[in-house]
Nanobody, 115 residues
Framework: QVHLVESGGGVVHPGGSLTLSCVAS????????MAWYRQVAGKEKELVAD????????NYADFATGRFTIFRDNAKSTIYLQMNSLIPDDTAVYYC????????WGNGTLVTVSP
């Protein structure tokens, strides 16, 4: 059974940094691209960044480019999202999922950026 467990969220001041983690299980992790999405209450989930299975090619939303970095550790079946220069608009629940498939989601981890 596929499980995705996000962690690493919290409260941070504007300009601060956080690193989110997503531990995957129940499938051949190294064969799948993975992605981070975020959701603000009342709005649709939006793509933050994704990373392919092969060559670890990455793709970022415009708001994430230059501030966020997605990377993976296949040995640990984990993807990460390093977030720098956080702003209040980054406040959201962050989720990981399998890239393009988006068939499984974790419970998310809440990031709050507040003065």
């Amino acid at each position: 059974q596929v499980h995705l467990v996000e962690s690493g969220g919290g409260v941070v001041h504007p300009g601060g940094s956080l690193t989110l983690s997503c531990v995957a299980s129940g499938f051949a992790f190294s064969n799948f691209g993975m992605a981070w999405y975020r959701q603000v209450a009342g709005k649709e989930k939006e793509l933050v960044a994704d990373i392919r299975a092969t060559r670890s090619e990455t793709n970022y939303a415009d708001f994430a480019t230059g501030r966020f970095t997605i990377f993976r550790d296949n040995a640990k079946s984990t993807i990460y999202l390093q977030m720098n220069s956080l702003i209040p608009d980054d406040t959201a629940v962050y989720y990981c999922t399998r890239r393009r498939l988006m068939d499984y989601w974790g419970n998310g981890t809440l990031v709050t950026v507040s003065p």
